[in-house]
């Protein structure tokens, strides 16, 4: 798997390398315009790229699976003598890799934004003091990318195996996509229901309580412990059933 | 001599679409097998299904007495008839990606290849013609000491001074304990290295056998005899 890994690496390097440049550069450029844009723009420009950041490396995770399952590549790829786990896991692993790297360098680059900014020494201040809050946001951000790209995985690989046909079969697996998305919401929500005990992390109330600055409307981040639990088991549950799949049943 | 290959009443359907109707082959280790037909009369699927990268619908493929799989992906040397490299790869890249994941990788024999098929390994992939990257593909897959090659349409496009290289380069490197199944339909060109030849149609096998046995027993080239099968 390691080895999976230093060749996606290779092969993604110099992107990652051109999209840390001009995401700094672009950051450097908004710090000049602090005194020229209107107040706390530049900032938001900064906090918008942070989010196209995000969506971006979200949807270069998905499409890193997409072009071995639908691609010629993958003639390459599942011809390899490697497990099936290997190869969703290999693929998981870089785009945790992607999203650590180019989250933390917008978040970081946001927040020398944000020190540049004029009159923002108490939102500075805050963040600051509530260090582990922005952990708890980078990890909670964390794990809902690993699950949208197992749930991607799962989705393309069932759609490839349904359906030989290329257009159709990206097509289906955004509709398998979608419609197991909504079956987990609604099992999460009627297993809410049944089993209202939640376990209350507050990484926002002394913010919410302490700062005029910070308008939150929450001050605590309830997770439900029945739906976490149901939640973990199906996600794990379908990043096995696409190991079993690829080694399995794949046609490409 | 052990069977490399046994696929027994192989059926592959796409939908309403019968891509193979029943395969029954058999490969001796040591032998080369010509996989003959035209244009979609299921050589591709066949040998897609042998390399472990599609599922027949029934009946059973056996490589070396395995199903396809892990082992089978370790001991199969596979060259499919479409660029399959990364496009970020060069030469070199490519040589240690095969070095890396097949146990079985001669880098030495690789080098010797480079050479003969005279390819830079700091060449990029995409800079590489049709012709150059095919020979690639070859050296790639020659290099490895695999016990059956399944190489699918070596020769297409490939202009002849090229093609007679590529032959000449899969002839050096057969060794006497490994076994290939080449499919092709420029027979003309390729038909000296067969022991055995099978002539595949609308999914059906409607011609096998010893490839020198069909000659004499027909008195035609095996090219010839393709051409009269097919008229």
């Known amino acids: 798997m390691l080895k999976l890994i230093k060749y996606e690496l290779a092969g993604r390097y110099k992107y990652y390398l051109g999209f840390s440049i001009a995401l700094i550069l672009l950051n450097i450029y908004l710090i000049t315009k602090n005194n020229t844009w209107s107040h706390g723009l530049p900032f938001v420009v900064s906090f918008m790229a942070g989010f196209a950041c995000f969506v971006a490396v979200l949807i270069s995770g998905v499409m890193l699976y997409q072009r071995d399952m639908y691609g010629d590549t993958g003639y390459l790829l599942f011809t390899l003598p490697q497990r099936g786990y290997a190869i969703a896991f290999s ?25 540049y900014m004029h009159e923002a020494k108490a939102l500075i201040d805050t963040i600051l003091q509530y260090k582990i809050s922005v952990l708890y946001t980078f990890i909670f951000a964390l794990l809902t990318f690993i699950a949208v790209l197992v749930l991607s995985y799962f989705s393309l690989t069932i759609s490839k195996i349904a359906f030989y046909n290329k257009k159709y079969g990206k097509i289906l ?5 979608l419609l197991i998305s909504y079956i987990i919401g609604k099992a999460s929500g009627f297993l809410i229901n049944l089993f209202p005990y939640n376990l209350n992390i507050s990484p926002f109330s002394g913010i919410a309580q302490r700062s005029g600055a910070v ?38 | 001599m052990g069977l490399i290959l046994k696929a ?31 244009n979609g009369s299921g050589k591709t699927t066949f040998m897609k299904i042998a390399a472990g990268i599609l599922r027949p619908t029934s009946g059973e493929i056996l490589i ?3 199903k ?51 390819l830079d390994e700091n060449d990029k992939v995409t800079s590489l013609s049709k012709g150059m990257l095919e020979k690639l ?95």
Do not use: C
């Not at chain 2, 070095?99 to 990788?105: A, G, P, Q, R």
């Not at chain 2, 190489?151 to 899969?170: M, Q, V, Y």
């Open chain 2, 8 to 38: 027994t009443n192989l059926i592959k359907n796409y939908y309403s679409k019968k891509a193979l109707k029943g395969i029954n082959i058999e490969l001796e280790e040591g032998k080369i097998l010509g996989l003959l037909g035209p």
């Open chain 1, 91 to 115: 693929k998981l692993i870089i785009s945790i890799i992607e999203f650590t790297l180019f989250i933390t360098l917008s978040g970081v680059m946001a927040f020398i934004n944000l020190l």
């Open chain 1, 173 to 177: 697996s955004l509709v398998v996509f």
């Open chain 2, 137 to 231: 593909h070859l050296t790639l897959v020659l290099s490895r000491n695999a016990k059956l090659y399944i190489f699918d349409e070596p020769l297409g496009g490939i202009d002849p001074n090229t093609r007679e290289k590529i032959i000449d380069a899969i002839i050096d490197n057969i060794r006497e304990d490994s076994s290939m199944i080449i499919s092709t339909h420029l027979v003309r060109d390729i038909e000296r290295l067969f022991d055995d030849v099978a002539f595949i149609s609308d999914g059906n096998i409607i011609l096998k056998g010893n490839a020198e046995e069909l000659r004499t027993e027909k008195g035609k080239s095996i090219d010839e005899i393709l051409r009269e099968v097919y008229a």
């Open chain 1, 215 to 252: 308008a939150l409307s929450f001050a605590v981040l309830p997770i439900n412990i029945a739906s976490t639990i149901f939640q973990t088991l199906v996600y794990i549950g379908l990043f096995t059933l696409t190991s079993y799949l690829i080694d399995k049943k794949i046609d490409l």
């Open chain 2, 68 to 118: 396809p799989g892990i082992y089978t992906k370790s001991i199969v040397s596979y060259l499919p008839d479409i660029n399959y490299l990364y496009k970020w790869m060069r030469v070199r890249d490519a040589i240690n990606f095969f070095k890396d994941f097949y146990v079985d990788f001669d880098l030495e024999k690789s080098k010797r290849l480079l050479d003969f098929m005279k």
């Open chain 2, 64 to 66: 070396d007495g395995q």
